[in-house]
């Protein structure tokens, strides 16, 4: 399974972001999809998780501010990031779980400066 994530930038505090992340090279169905952010010298963090039925979670730090959702039938799943903090930046990954198996992207950069 391959990954493709898009959408990350620098961006002023307040403003929104949105990232999407294409799942390829897989004909059984995705199973959970998420998103999760790392920042150097930090373990790699939850974000927003959600599932095939559509049941999501969040961390607290995301809730209310992040909104993270899933077209089943392009195997993408998206994150819109609004009223954006400093204390957001940092690398974000998608994973997905396929059957037993979890899959990484390659990671997208978002900035969000004060």
């Known amino acids: 399974v391959q990954l493709q994530a898009s959408g990350g930038g620098l961006v002023q505090a307040g403003g929104s972001l949105r990232l999407s992340c294409a799942a390829s090279?897989?004909?059984?169905?995705?199973?959970?999809m998420g998103w999760y952010r790392q920042i150097p010298g930090k373990q790699r963090e939850l974000v927003a998780t959600?599932?095939?039925?559509?049941?999501?979670s969040y961390a607290d730090s995301a809730r209310g501010r992040f909104t993270i959702s899933r077209d089943n039938a392009r195997n993408t799943v998206y994150m819109q990031m609004n009223s954006l903090k400093p204390e957001d930046t940092g690398v974000y990954y998608c994973?997905?779980?396929?059957?037993?198996?979890?899959?990484w992207g390659q990671g997208t950069l978002v900035t969000v400066s004060s």
């Open positions: 994973n997905v779980r396929v059957v037993v198996r979890s899959y």
């Open positions: 959600i599932a095939r039925s559509g049941a999501t």
């Open positions: 090279g897989t004909n059984f169905n995705i199973d959970d």
